[in-house]
């Protein structure tokens, strides 16, 4: 049974990781009072195709419609357009099967013709059946690019096509000064009555969302709790390249680490039972903390987690 207690609930979310917390927050809170602010700084043309594949992540893990083999892209699918388009000897780097096309077909179409992209958003997920609300981090295209000693190179380029091989010397976010927040995400975070940052790469999915010109102001000023779930466990990231490129950026790959990089918009942090010994270090920094079973292997895992992510913000 869902719970209204909690009052408003608002995520941060990047893809497979975050979207799993989502999952679960979305199996225990009612749909009109839990918002999913997503990280768009992923986004890329392909193929004149406009493709944000967190958002599609997100929408398809909440839909279960995910394939549940890779996380992300929809489960059951077919290939026949990639199978035709190596035909024509175009390049296949990036798989986009023959479902999943039919998000990316309509999310150009209608961003051609001008809707805005939480409108896009919002038909897309319900026309899915999810109900509760998914929100681009801003109507403005923002573009995570990394610095590496390959060159310059778009998220897209590095994470799937360089399988994230290239040593990343920094990151920036192209397009975010001019951006904003959207107003929808704004008010999201300021009815909120507890804010959680899922456990997505702190480096690639969530600094987009802060790098947003008054975002992490508006969390700051928050009074509510702020809870994030740290996606670094015993040393590694549970998925992706988060722990390669702390350590190439220079930072502590642990907890700590991710709780040091996020400390302003917190208040409390979640680390797993095997990264006990850092839960020290992170009341150090003036965050609650607990410490509890983070990796999130099912949908139980999942339910569970949020369940205590809520309980102890409550607390
Ligand atoms: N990730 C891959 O590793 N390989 C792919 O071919 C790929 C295709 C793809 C298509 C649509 C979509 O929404 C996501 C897709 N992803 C793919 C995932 C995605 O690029 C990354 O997981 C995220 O950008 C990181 O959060």
Redesign the pocket.
């Known amino acids: 049974m869902k719970q209204s207690n909690f009052g408003n609930v608002v995520a941060l979310a990047?893809?497979?990781g975050g979207a799993k917390l989502a999952y679960g927050l979305y199996q225990i809170v009612p749909p009109e009072n839990l918002t999913i602010i997503v990280n768009t700084g992923?986004d890329f043309e392909h193929l004149g195709l406009h493709?944000?594949?967190?958002l599609?992540?997100v929408m398809y893990t909440l839909a279960g419609v995910a394939n549940p083999a890779?996380?992300?892209?929809v489960k059951d699918e077919s290939w026949n357009m990639m199978a035709a388009l190596a035909r024509y000897g175009q390049p296949t780097?990036?798989?986009?099967g023959d479902r999943?096309l039919a998000t990316h077909l309509l999310r150009t179409k209608w961003l051609r013709e001008k809707y805005p992209y939480n409108w896009v958003t919002r038909e897309l997920c319900q026309r899915l059946g999810v109900r509760c609300t998914v929100l681009p981090m801003s109507e403005a295209m923002v573009r995570t690019m990394l610095m590496t000693d390959q060159g310059e190179l778009a998220?897209?380029e590095y994470?799937?096509q360089q399988q994230c091989r290239p040593v990343v010397r920094s990151i920036r976010f192209a397009g975010a000064e001019q951006a904003q927040p959207s107003r929808e995400v704004a008010s999201a975070l300021r009815n909120a009555d507890v804010i959680i940052f899922c456990p997505s790469n702190p480096l690639?999915?969530l600094d987009p969302i802060l790098a947003l010109p008054n975002m992490r102001r508006i969390i700051a000023a928050s009074r509510v709790p702020k809870i994030a779930v740290s996606p670094i466990v015993g040393g590694a990231a549970l998925k992706?390249p988060a722990a390669k490129l702390m350590a190439e950026l220079g930072q502590d790959v642990s907890p700590l680490g991710v709780a040091r990089h996020l400390q302003d918009v917190l208040t409390g942090f979640v680390l797993d039972h095997v990264d006990q010994a850092y839960q020290e270090a992170v009341s150090e920094l003036g965050l609650r903390s607990l410490v509890t079973g983070t990796v999130m292997l099912n949908d139980e895992d999942r339910v569970r987690l949020a369940r205590e992510v809520l309980a102890f913000a409550a607390g």
Request: glycine fraction near 20%; avoid cysteine; charged fraction near 15%.
């Open positions: 990047g893809g497979v992923d493709i944000s594949p967190d599609d992540t890779t996380g992300w892209g780097w990036f798989q986009l999943d998220f897209q994470f799937v690639l999915s992706g």
